[in-house]
Nanobody, 122 residues
């Protein structure tokens, strides 16, 4: 049974950094696109970043471009979201997701993590 386990969320001051991790069990990531989504209170879930199965061509939401970096380590079945220059508007529950596809997109993900809270506040 596929499981995605997230870690790395927490409370950080504006301008700070966090790195989220998502570890996958019971399958290999080699042919899976991966992504990060987030959902703030009272808002719809939105795509933050995604990357192809080979680790190329990352995509980012306009709101995080230049601040967030997605990466993956297929050997460890883990992917990451490095979040820098965090802003209060980045506060949300962050979810990792994956799907059997070579290319990433913002829809049709098959497997989801449980979510990790990120709070940016002074």
């Amino acid at each position: 049974q596929v499981q995605l386990v997230e870690s790395g969320g927490g409370l950080v001051q504006p301008g700070g950094s966090l790195r989220l991790s998502c570890a996958a069990s019971d399958f290999t990531l080699d042919y899976y696109a991966i992504a990060w989504f987030r959902q703030a209170p009272g808002k719809e879930r939105e795509g933050v970043s995604c990357i192809t199965s080979s680790g190329g061509a990352p995509e980012y939401a306009d709101s995080v471009k230049g601040r967030f970096i997605i990466s993956r380590d297929n050997a460890k079945n883990t992917w990451y979201l490095q979040m820098n220059s965090l802003k209060p508007e980045d506060t949300a529950v962050y979810y990792c997701a994956t799907k059997a596809a070579l290319w990433c997109s913002w829809s049709d993900y098959d497997y989801w993590g449980q979510g990790t809270q990120v709070t940016v506040s002074s």
